[in-house]
């Protein structure tokens, strides 16, 4: 009876860990493990629970996959009904009760149920019959099976490397723009993606004259920002020189208003 | 039935045909070393792959090279044994579906093995991104307003993001691999259930891999993929919910099928009406065929689907008939045009290499071939077989997916996304021709080689199905920045930039941008890229009529992109999103220049290719709330 019941109570306590390494804030690989069991544990007992009869292998883990994809829509829908925020700690809830109503209802439901006699299931006659012939190879098709698996997840690594190691095109980004939430200051900005260290010259105009100049070193993927002030009653430009060259501005950004001609190598002149 | 598949095939024993000796080398090759071969064929493939992005992407002739000869390696083994007589077990049939569903997905993954490329995904991801910031379901999402009203996959997402801590696209990665195997492994189990033969049902779940958008559309993080496999649990569940002998076991299986409708219902518009479709058609095929349980439990099962998906698009979905609506004028108005004047109005769009297009007529012509002969089979010896007859019936659906490649404009695409569903009956019919040429007597009596001969075809039918599949052949291989050109115009800049957009701009705002970097303004920037706006790119200086048109759209932002002006999109793509008219000579300087001579109009960014222009004191200020 033990032993017949051992699956709904392993899945009962793995929802029970996986709801409490969520509450506790475990390490990213114990959630990641326990958090995964947590997903698939509904579907394997209300697959246990509504498809009592005996299932294959193959049957089993598909249903179970199946209604564990289900539940969350069915469930979130619910939840939404019932204007409960579909926030984290609501998902982990709906997958623990899920589980736990899954035990009671799969507990039910073996209770119910007459255990069945191997002599008269065709399937275990079947396995019987097999059996001399699969045991042939298991270990060899288990290795070979684990090699085609190394190298599969060897070709996804292998990927990741490739994709992570191929050459870009260097840029660097500049801007100058109005905060959301207060129009008098701009957020100005440079992030270096040229893929190595680069000392940047800043300067800012304001009506045309450098009223402010940053010399900033980043190294890739570093970004320098300060909030200054901000208006469009007059031109704001900010040139971006990336050192040595000090004459030519690499980016610029402005407000969009004109002054008067020479002012800023990038500075609009027309109107 | 006993309550398993394999228990029907354990009472009666194995059929002669899967019992019969073979000379073909394929057939003795153990399954376990088939799925290594795969794993070798995967690897290789990656290797191609990487000569792509380390040389001249999809021109590098070495990666192109590498990238097939991996597919060979996957494909050939898989189709050889699958098609060989010699005994498979219902275990190794599935074992090697398996292999290859996998092997194809992770030659997916590992097209773009950092981040999400492919367009649609970044609709997807931002509908997940939305959920889990508001806690609601019907969230606003620019790139895809019909989506939020199917917010399926979002939520399976969402859980799985919530129980486990991992990424969006870590989770998406997991939720579309393991819903595209579900769904190719129960397309199997239902075939099994019906044709009662796991050979046949192997070679008809072989076949449907020459489905176009099977390993690309159908296994990305979209709500298609999530929805077909409920399609495919819906199938089976149905099926054994008219088989099972006790009426327990039967209200069991029905059960589980009405979860799978809702489920689909609440997924994806489409796949929820080809549901419906294929219930109704089994109904009325059992009807035909005189199985009056079957036709009852089906007849049930497609008015329980019928009613879900019209109180859905009710009460909660009604975009989706605006949504659906200009798809249905055109394939209307272009078979209407077809069927008067036999000819149809049409653009062509087709830019495949001469090599595709001829690949993908002789699978055309083998595949109608190939259905004709299955019609005859199915005629002949299954008459009075429900799924069979509906089979029959849902395979002329292949000849309306040929009108309407032909027909309508866009037709190629909409094929291609038809054929996800058109395939399923086509394939089995097709499998049946296809066993009853394997097996018939001068085919056995030249033994391997006619096997070896219809493997080869079948692969080539296959990589017809890749080949003129996504990504298209000027994407084979990922590799240097493309401009407009889907997901070989999604690189670091526009990742960077989208980013950016979202932190400093906010989100929702009506930005003009390219095709490249469109997508990803929608998916990583929250941003409301819009669509016709090649206007503000078409002229050297800013005019009242553009100001007028801009103010119009309520344009709040314009990106430009330097590139844009140095080369052409890929054949058959468009500068700008909502374009139809393919572009043959590259943007001019001034007509992107002008916006930093116009007073008032910002550069609030630049990246050096990539700039972004404030045009909000032009015109259009949205009302904060």
């Not at chain 2, 609440?266 to 009325?284: D, E, G, K, N, R």
């Not at chain 2, 009613?307 to 200009?326: E, K, N």
């Not at chain 2, 309508?408 to 097709?430: F, H, K, N």
């Amino acid at each position: 009876m033990y032993r017949r019941n051992l699956d709904i109570f392993l899945a009962g306590g793995i929802a029970l860990l996986g709801g409490a390494a969520f509450v506790a804030h475990a390490p990213g690989p114990v959630q990641v493990v326990l958090g995964i069991a947590l997903f698939f544990t509904p579907g394997y007992l209300w697959s246990e629970a509504i498809l009592s009869m005996r299932l294959s292998g193959t049957e089993r883990i598909l249903t179970t996959a199946g209604m564990s994809l289900i539940f969350p829509i069915l469930g979130g829908f619910l939840f939404f009904a019932l204007r409960i925020p579909l926030l984290r700690p609501a998902w982990v809830g709906l997958l623990v009760v899920l589980t736990l109503l899954g035990v009671v209802a799969a507990a039910i439901q073996r209770l119910r149920e007459v255990p069945p006699d191997p002599r008269l299931d065709p399937r275990q006659q079947a396995r019987g019959r097999q059996q001399p012939s699969k045991a042939r190879f298991p270990v060899l098709h288990g290795f070979i099976y684990g090699v085609a698996a190394v190298i599969a997840l060897g070709s996804v690594a292998y990927s990741v490397k490739s994709a992570d190691t191929q050459k870009q095109p260097a840029y660097t980004m500049l801007w100058l723009t109005a905060l959301q939430n207060d129009s008098a200051k701009a957020s100005l900005g440079v992030t270096n993606h040229q893929g190595v260290t680069e000392t940047y010259r800043l300067k800012f105009l304001t009506k045309g004259k450098v009223t402010t100049t940053w010399n900033i070193t980043l190294s890739d993927g570093q970004t320098w920002q300060r909030t200054v002030a901000y208006t469009v009653d007059y031109s704001i430009v900010a040139d971006l020189y990336l050192l040595p060259n000090v004459t030519t501005p690499y980016r610029y950004v402005d407000n969009g208003e004109a002054v008067s001609p020479s002012a800023s190598p990038s500075a609009k002149t027309s109107k | 039935m006993g309550g398993s598949l394999g228990s029907r095939a354990a009472v009666r024993g194995v059929s002669r045909a899967e019992q019969a000796p073979e000379a073909s080398a394929l057939s003795r090759i153990p399954v376990s070393v088939i799925a290594l071969i795969a794993a070798i064929g995967v690897f290789v493939s990656s290797m191609g792959y990487a000569a792509g992005r380390a040389g001249d992407g999809p021109g590098s002739a070495s990666g192109v090279r590498l990238y097939w000869l991996g597919q060979v390696l996957i494909l050939l083994p898989v189709a050889g044994r699958l098609l060989s007589r010699r005994h498979l077990t219902q275990g190794g049939t599935i074992t090697l579906l398996v292999v290859l569903t996998v092997a194809q997905y992770l030659l997916k993954v590992n097209y773009s093995p950092l981040g999400f490329t492919f367009n649609d995904e970044f609709l997807h991801y931002r509908g997940t991104a939305n959920m889990l910031a508001s806690g609601k379901l019907f969230e606003l999402n620019y790139g895809l307003p019909v989506g939020t009203h199917y917010p399926g996959i979002e939520e399976v997402t969402s859980a799985l993001i919530s129980a486990t801590g991992l990424s969006i696209f870590e989770a998406g990665l997991i939720v579309a691999g393991l819903a595209h195997l579900l769904f190719i492994c129960f397309l199997y189990l239902a075939f099994c259930v019906s044709i009662r033969s796991h050979r046949i049902a192997g070679i008809a779940v072989l076949l449907y891999y020459g489905t176009p958008a099977l390993t690309s559309f159908n296994s990305m993080f979209v709500y298609e993929t999530l929805a077909l496999a409920f399609l495919g649990f819906c199938m089976y569940a149905g099926l054994r919910s008219a088989i099972e002998r006790s009426p327990q076991d039967r209200r069991r299986w029905f059960i589980i099928a009405v979860l799978c409708i809702f489920a689909t219902v609440i997924t994806h518009h489409i796949t929820s009406y080809m549901l419906t479709a294929f219930l109704v058609l089994v109904a009325i095929a059992s009807r035909l065929t005189g199985s009056r349980n079957t036709a009852v439990r089906f007849g049930i099962l497609a008015t329980i689907a019928a009613l879900s998906v019209i109180c859905w698009i009710a009460f909660i979905a009604r975009d989706t008939i605006s949504y659906f609506s200009p798809t249905v004028d055109g394939m209307v108005q272009g078979l209407n045009s077809l069927t008067k004047s036999g000819s149809s109005d049409a653009p062509s769009t087709s830019t495949s290499p001469f090599g595709n297009t001829v690949l993908e007529a002789l699978g055309i012509l083998v595949i109608s071939v190939l259905i004709i002969i299955g019609c005859w089979q199915a005629w002949r010896r299954h008459r009075r077989h429900p799924w069979i007859i509906g089979m029959m019936i849902g395979s002329l659906g292949w000849f309306v997916d040929l009108g309407i490649r032909i027909a309508t404009p866009d037709g190629q695409e909409l094929a291609g996304r038809a054929a996800t569903y058109i395939y399923i009956p086509v394939s089995v019919l097709a499998a049946l021709a296809l066993t009853k040429l394997v097996n018939s007597g001068p085919v056995r009596r030249w033994g391997a080689a006619i096997t070896a001969l219809i493997v080869a075809a079948v692969v080539t039918l296959l990589i017809d199905g890749l080949a003129n599949g996504w990504p298209p052949f000027w994407e084979r291989l990922p590799g240097p920045h493309q401009v407009s050109s889907f997901e070989a115009s999604v690189g670091p800049q526009e990742i960077a930039t989208s980013y950016w957009s979202l932190t400093y701009l906010g989100s929702g705002n009506r930005i003009a941008a390219d095709a490249g970097i469109y997508p990803v303004l929608l998916g990583y920037g929250d941003q409301n890229a819009l669509q016709d706006i090649s206007f503000l790119y078409d002229t050297p200086t800013w005019t009242a009529t553009v100001a007028g048109e801009a103010s119009g759209d309520e344009v709040q932002y314009v990106e430009t992109d330097v590139r844009l002006t140095k080369s052409l999109p890929a054949p058959g793509n468009t500068y700008f999103p909502g374009d139809t008219a393919i572009p043959t000579a590259t943007i001019p300087v001034a007509d992107i220049d002008k916006y930093n001579n116009i007073t008032g109009v910002s550069r609030v960014y630049d990246d050096g290719d990539i700039v972004i222009y404030d045009l909000q004191s032009l015109g259009y200020v949205p009302q904060k709330p």
